[in-house]
């Protein structure tokens, strides 16, 4: 199986490119937030974003027809308790954005159950909206005791709130498929407060404390003989001895079948007994280990801020390290990791740090877009299939036909060139895409693309984009048609004249097809880096990365 890519409702990519449990971990972070649109930030080269972003999607929920057909569909499902709860949901809260919020999420979330492996993991990323009715969805779906924890990430340090308390968190719900799932112990960084305590250093350079080897209260039994000269009773104290310590000495089953006071021989055998110089009771030598375990708790993990280096612009972008710890717990070395909401991409691309096979899908062809320059970027010569969005002329007359924003977007990333503008914003001024170059190393030009979906072309289009990088004093304008160029349409291109920087010389207005970018043939352009349109990902140290055969 290779790394993928899916351009599509990701209800039906599910139902018809992903197999029954063949998903070992699952991460998904479904947008809600009533009547939210989301703006994707791009590197503007004068450093302001008014004009540098564009409406990637709106999170806007409502009653209709999909919401109905997604309802129907849980309804008439084999899952009966989804069906059960999902109608008691809709008696309860009507048909509103929430119901059909929930419909549609419901209708995935039995899709997602099928394509997990049983060892399988599922974690569900939501703010306290909509995190207890997802729970009890989920619930519903995958059973009650398959749910783990809710685990909570400290999102941002602070929110100012007049009349309620300041929402600062976000909830991820982690469920399993059965209680035979894949889990790895992970460990994160000790305060500094907590590390501070331990001053003594073995011979080795190991870091100790000396904590209690006794407990409050006279006992009988074991725990409350004599041992090596020393009588807890007489102290009004028993032995109380850590057993984890004892259980990664000599493992689970020995330990269950020794006493007290041969424990306490093994600690002391290990030199994890502490005598002090004064006549007191020993003590337990408390090592400082690897770090502390992973808490259901996040604090330790901060937002992405506007500054960041990973920030790509996406409003819902998680921080790359959240994605890893959750990988690293629920996942090993080639297994497969799904996010079916994947925006920019942050789950494939801690997947793929961690030597994870991966499967990324989103509705948008920007998304995409994005997901494939950052993974190139941060993971030179990665290889990876994208499917969904057009590989022939067909494919690019249907999604021209089915959403001419989507073509719009896919066709000018064709030429290197960013969306402009917004499905919502008014008027493009005739730009449908732009990208950025230093002609003279120093100041910031422009190149201004114009895109062509329908199959008449004529010499108007020319002129109109003319006049607009008139107007935009923008260098060059570049034209992208379906239909072969006419002659006067040529012509009229011909007579822009032609532009000179350091590059070279360009014509100033050109005319490509789709057919010759899909040939390979692109247009003459004074191209730099990337990095002076978008704001490139950081590359990734792949020194240690494995080759794995799919």
Known sequence: MANQ???????????????DESVDLIYLDPPFNSNATYNVLFKSPTGSGAEAQVEAFEDTWHWGEHAALAYDEVLRSRNTDAAQLLKAMRDFLGENDMMAYLAMMAVRLLELHRVLKPTGSLYLHCDPTASHYLKILLDSVFGVFNFRNEVIWKRTAAHSAAIRWADVHDVILFYTKSDKF???????????????????????????????????????????????????????VHWKVSNAAVVSLVGEERAKHLSTTQKLDLLDQHGLIHWPKSKGLPRFKRYLGAGMRAQDIISDIPPLNSQAQERLGYPTQKPLALLERIIQASSNEGDVVLDPFCGCGTAVHAAEKLHRRWIGIDITCLAIGLIERRLKDAFPGIAFEIHGTPKTLEDALDLAARDKYQFQWWAVGLVGARPYGGKKKGADRGIDGIRFFQGDGKKTESILVSVKGGTNVGVAMVRELHSVIEREKAPIGVLIALALPTRAMEKEAAAAGFYECDFGKFPRLQIVTLAELFQGRLPKLPLEPTGATFKNALREDRAHQHDFKF
Request: charged share 30%; glycine share 16%.
């Open 182 to 236: 894949m889990w790895n112990t992970t460990f994160t960084e000790y305060d500094e407060s907590y590390k501070i305590r331990y001053k003594n250093k073995d011979g080795k350079g190991g870091l100790w404390s000396d904590d209690n080897l006794t407990g409050p209260g006279i006992r009988h039994g074991d725990s409350g003989e004599p041992w090596r000269g020393h009588n807890p009773t007489e102290r009004g």
């Open 5 to 19: 890519l899916f351009y599509g409702d990701n209800l039906g990519v599910l139902r018809e490119s992903i197999a």
